[in-house]
């Protein structure tokens, strides 16, 4: 590859200085117009007066060939490294910072592993990954482009770090100040780009060398892949990139990478935790990121088995089948006398309630939900990624068995620990728990049921009906909740039989808004490649925050079921305004209701059916008359079915 920077017989001055001069010679009448005369210059002076025709015409003809680099390029040896970590595929938004990372992956790698995936944002790129990962457990790689590619993935980055996701990030920028295009590239370089991300990544690294990429790049998925995960970002020099391999005596090498054995729990902790719970008589589990895998829901299942005690399901993994009757709501913890939480995010927020009445200068009150002499036992990795600034780690809570671990690493201990600590007598009292149990699950789902028919054929369309069409028509699939960007009262959880480690993913992490179509998708490109079918219910706030990955859908056939919760508004965000106002009492005073302004999205509604089309995807809408909606699921299903991405733009209730 040419050197734009003057080397290499490649005059950059010259090649600039013809590219304009071409834009402008259709103005010029060369034909009848007397030759230009030749107005000498001041020595390094620009001249102001027009170009001659014999200038105009060395500049525009054609270029002499480019001389060639001698050697392998360095972006080769990269995509040799980063083929070695298994690495499916490459979400990203191009860019010219990464351009010969770019070039090696597609010519030399022959986009396959990682195979490049057309993003039109960063911010998609970085939520493709994490949806992918979310589904598939692999990590993904995104790119993007020096200081302004890496301000538009920041959000993405952070829903990642709070979700404990990993994604690897390698962001392009240019380092010597000399060396460096002036102009654009000189305002998208950085001293310390990783500066931008660094209070939520858990790594990051800026290679000076080939071998120096060969060790970050592997140490980079290790760290990214020992839990607590998270993501990592390499600064890449476009220099290094583009420069070919020189062999000064030490000959490059690829760095064998091995998986870091999770942190376990102390073996006295975890002896401690379990005589706790045997002797507990109404013991709860609470589950937030507690089952990485599929193994971790059979672990919990043992453990809640062992125990016969409640298990609240946070819901940013699938930790317990929610067909368990053992399964409860989170207000179960109030009457525990010893809770255990896996994996917690918010353990302040589990055992204390906050409210936010507007009272005392809108700060609100706090009050306990546990009783004062309950035992508390935490199991988090959270505690090895904790760091100062973002305050993703929540309110400090005191408990009095607390494991710096990964939970579904120490599980198997624990499970051990307590079937060595049931006595007969424990033994006996545990299973007199059963029935009551399987009566409190029935009675719980009886009132889901029950709550799930009001408005049923209201218009617009209930969540309950919606989410309830919907499963009607994928029961007998594979299917696999890819997100639930919108608050839809939970219904997929309180109606859904949801059992299988895939069939909810989670929540985005972070709270960013922007995360579900991004996640969806990549999630659907995990669940593709694995014969499952793939469903979003996907809010319409958020949608508008990245369209364009629904371009990215349509591109690389990505089969995705994306159901609209269009309720026309940030919804959360109108509660928050209105209750204010009412507070206030701004409707007595000013006579008219303005909490809708700023948090609607209507006047024009959004034709979310005409945006997909426009991008590729088939689709419908709108849909208000709830007895059209289960046909229009139908025949969108079986539009997923053959490959394509489907929308239906759904009016709902607002929750």
């Known amino acids: 590859m040419t050197d734009l920077n003057g080397k ?4 950059r001055r010259r090649f600039l200085t013809g590219a304009a001069v071409a834009g402008v010679t259709p103005a010029l009448t060369q034909a009848s117009a007397p030759a230009q005369a030749e107005v000498a210059a001041p020595h390094h002076t620009p001249s102001a007066l027009p170009p001659t025709t014999k200038t105009i015409a060395a500049e525009t003809q054609p270029p002499e060939e480019l001389s060639r680099i001698g050697g392998k390029p360095g972006s080769d040896y990269m995509i040799d490294v980063i083929k070695t970590l298994d690495i499916k595929y490459a979400p990203s938004n191009c860019a010219s910072s990464f351009r010969a990372l770019h070039e090696s992956m ?8 990682p195979e490049y995936i057309s993003c039109m944002h960063e911010e998609s790129g970085v939520g493709i990954a994490h949806g992918y990962f979310k589904a598939s ?51 998208h370089a950085a001293q ?88 507990a008589e109404n013991p709860v589990i609470v589950a937030d990121r507690c089952a990485r895998t599929p193994n971790g829901v059979k672990l919990l299942v043992e453990l809640a088995e062992l125990l016969q005690c ?27 006398d010893v809770v255990i939480g896996l994996e917690l995010s918010d353990f302040w927020g589990t055992v204390n309630s906050f409210t936010d009445n507007g009272e005392n200068g809108g700060i609100g009150f706090n009050s306990s939900r546990v009783k004062p002499q309950t035992k508390m036992i935490s199991i988090t990795s959270i505690d090895f990624l904790t760091k100062s600034n973002y305050q993703d780690f929540q309110r400090f809570q005191t408990v009095d068995v607390h494991m710096a671990a990964d939970a579904e690493t120490t599980l198997p201990s624990l499970i051990h620990a307590v079937k060595s600590a049931i006595t007969k007598e424990r033994a006996s009292v545990i299973a007199a728990r059963v029935d009551k149990a399987k009566k409190a699950h029935a009675d719980i789902r009886a009132r889901d049921l029950q709550a799930a028919v009001f408005g049923w054929d209201s218009s617009p369309i209930s969540t309950a009906r919606l989410c309830m069409e919907i499963y009607g028509q994928i029961k007998d699939l594979d299917w696999s909740l890819v997100s639930s960007a919108g608050d839809v009262s939970n219904w997929p959880a309180r109606l859904w039989p949801i059992e299988k480690h895939h069939q909810w993913l989670g929540k985005s992490g972070g709270y960013g808004v922007g995360y579900g179509a991004p996640a969806s998708v ?48 940030w919804h959360q965000e109108v509660m928050h305004v209105q209750r204010l106002a009412n507070f206030r009492n701004r409707k007595a005073n000013y006579g008219e209701d303005m909490g809708p302004i700023g948090t609607c999205i209507e006047n024009p509604d959004i034709e979310y059916h005409k945006l997909a089309e426009s991008m590729g995807w088939w689709a419908k809408g709108p849909i208000k008359d709830p007895a059209q909606l289960g046909p229009a699921i139908k025949e969108a299903v079986a539009v997923v079915k053959s490959g394509r991405p489907a929308l239906l733009n759904v009016w709902t209730q607002p929750r």
């Open 310 to 336: 409640s298990v609240v399901d946070q819901g940013n993994r699938m930790n317990f089948p929610n067909t368990h009757y053992l399964y409860r709501p989170a207000g179960v913890v109030a009457g525990a």
């Open 106 to 113: 597609i010519d030399y790698g022959e986009n396959k592993s």
């Open 8 to 11: 290499d017989g490649f005059d």
């Open 522 to 569: 990549g999630a659907a490109l995990a669940n593709k490649e694995l014969g499952r079918f793939s469903v979003s219910i996907q809010s319409d706030g958020d949608l508008m925050f990245a369209p364009g990955v629904l371009w990215t859908a349509a591109k690389h056939k990505i089969p995705l079921l994306s159901v609209m919760h269009n309720n026309r508004a």
């Open 192 to 279: 310390d780009i990783n500066a931008i991300v660094r209070d939520y990544t858990k790594w990051d690294d800026t290679p000076t060398s080939l071998q120096h990429f060969g060790q970050s790049m592997v140490r980079a998925y290790k760290i990214a892949m020992t839990p607590p995960y998270g993501p990592v970002a390499i600064s890449l020099d476009a220099g290094l990139q583009q420069e070919p391999i020189h062999d000064h005596g030490a000959k490059l090498y690829i760095p064998r990478y091995v998986p870091t054995a999770p942190p376990q729990g102390d073996s006295n902790a975890v002896r401690e935790a379990a005589r706790l719970l045997v002797e």
């Open 137 to 187: 457990g692999k990590p993904l790689l995104t790119m993007v482009h020096g200081t302004v590619g890496l301000q538009h993935a920041t959000m993405a980055i952070y829903n990642a770090y709070c979700d404990r996701v990993p994604v690897i990030i390698i962001g392009g920028n240019d380092y010597d100040a000399a060396a460096r295009p002036p102009g654009v590239p000189t305002f």
